[in-house]
T-cell receptor, first 116, second 117 residues
Framework: DVKVTQSSRYLVKRTGEKVFLECVQDMDHENMFWYRQDPGLGLRLIYFSYDVKMKEKGDIPEGYSVSREKKERFSLILESASTNQTSMYLCASSLLFGDRGPQPQHFGDGTRLSIL | AQKVTQAQTEISVVEKEDVTLDCVYETRDTTYYLFWYKQPPSGELVFLIR??????QNEISGRYSWNFQKSTSSFNFTITASQVVDSAVYFC??????????????FGTGTSLTVIP
């Protein structure tokens, strides 16, 4: 089974702090994704990566950056945390788009981040 | 514009009732893929099904069935004889044909299903 592991289940930080959310997958997937989930808004894509050191902006990249130095690890960085970044953050991974089309994304358990 | 619409925000049913979760999508591509995910209270989204735009045959997996209709741009999900363990948030997602890597999904806002014992 695919395992996507997020470093923290719950995290509390203060406004202005630099926050790192870590995600590791063990299935050698090329694609990795970061979403945030808010009530009534569903899942919104922040950034994704299809290869080491490659990154693409999603729908809501403002205030975030990412890092992918190794294939199995994808980090989300909040440069200067603000209260409106309080949310559930979900990491996902998938195989590369292939002949059979986009592959299912496999998700971690999520990190519930509170910014005070 | 929202690419995937799940108009039902919350649904409650009594155990053993059948329930249908609606999903309407919007795309200009002729090749696209649709997905359903389940998010139980524990939080992890669990993949349920993938369907491509060329296959309109309905699919059944145990108590779960999916009805794909291109004419109405809908991909509805039915749970037959619901159980308490079916209580979760269900998400529908769309992935359009891409000519580069990335595999971006567009998720609906989810339907929260509560099955009452």
């Amino acid at each position: 089974d695919v395992k996507v592991t997020q470093s923290s289940r719950y995290l509390v930080k203060r406004t202005g702090e630099k926050v790192f959310l870590e995600c590791v997958q063990d299935m050698d997937h090329e694609n990795m994704f970061w979403y945030r989930q808010d009530p009534g808004l569903g899942l919104r894509l922040i950034y994704f990566s299809y290869d080491v050191k490659m990154k693409e902006k999603g729908d809501i990249p403002e205030g975030y950056s990412v890092s992918r130095e190794k294939k199995e690890r994808f980090s989300l960085i909040l440069e200067s945390a603000s209260t409106n970044q309080t949310s559930m953050y979900l990491c996902a991974s998938s195989l590369l788009f292939g002949d059979r089309g986009p592959q299912p994304q496999h998700f971690g358990d999520g990190t519930r981040l509170s910014i005070l | 514009a929202q690419k995937v619409t799940q108009a039902q925000t919350e649904i409650s049913v009594v155990e053993k009732e059948d329930v249908t979760l609606d999903c309407v999508y919007e795309t200009r591509d002729t090749t696209y893929y649709l997905f359903w995910y389940k998010q139980p209270p524990s939080g992890e989204l669990v993949f349920l099904i993938r369907r491509n735009s060329f296959d309109e045959q309905n699919e059944i997996s145990g108590r779960y069935s999916w009805n794909f209709q291109k004419s109405t741009s809908s991909f509805n999900f039915t749970i037959t004889a619901s159980q308490v363990v079916d209580s979760a948030v269900y998400f529908c997602a769309l992935s359009e044909s891409l000519y580069f890597t990335g595999n971006q999904f567009y998720f609906g806002t989810g339907t929260s299903l509560t099955v009452i014992p």
